[in-house]
């Protein structure tokens, strides 16, 4: 379960850092690009969560 935790968090903090990235960013093309992949990474995280519940099962 650690490794999957760990790919979460490296989701996120991808996600976060796309995201500054895009907020810094003085080229619009590469502002969407950034956007993008963050949307993208957190779309990643999403699942992942969603696996780790799925393997974890129910909350007692």
Same mark, same amino acid.
């Given at each position: 379960?650690?490794?999957?935790? *760990?790919?979460?968090? @490296?989701? /996120? &903090?991808? *996600?976060? /850092? ?5 907020? @810094?960013? &003085?080229? !619009?093309?590469? @502002? ?5 992949? !963050? #949307? ?8 992942? @969560?969603? #696996? &780790?519940?799925? &393997?974890? !099962?129910? *909350?007692?």
């Amino acid at each position: 379960m650690s490794a999957l935790q *760990a790919k979460l968090e @490296r989701f /996120e &903090i991808l *996600a976060d /850092e796309c995201e500054l990235i895009a907020s @810094r960013a &003085i080229d !619009g093309g590469n @502002r969407e690009l950034y956007e993008r992949l !963050g #949307v993208r990474y957190r779309e990643l995280a999403t699942d992942m @969560r969603t #696996v &780790i519940a799925t &393997i974890a !099962g129910p *909350a007692v």
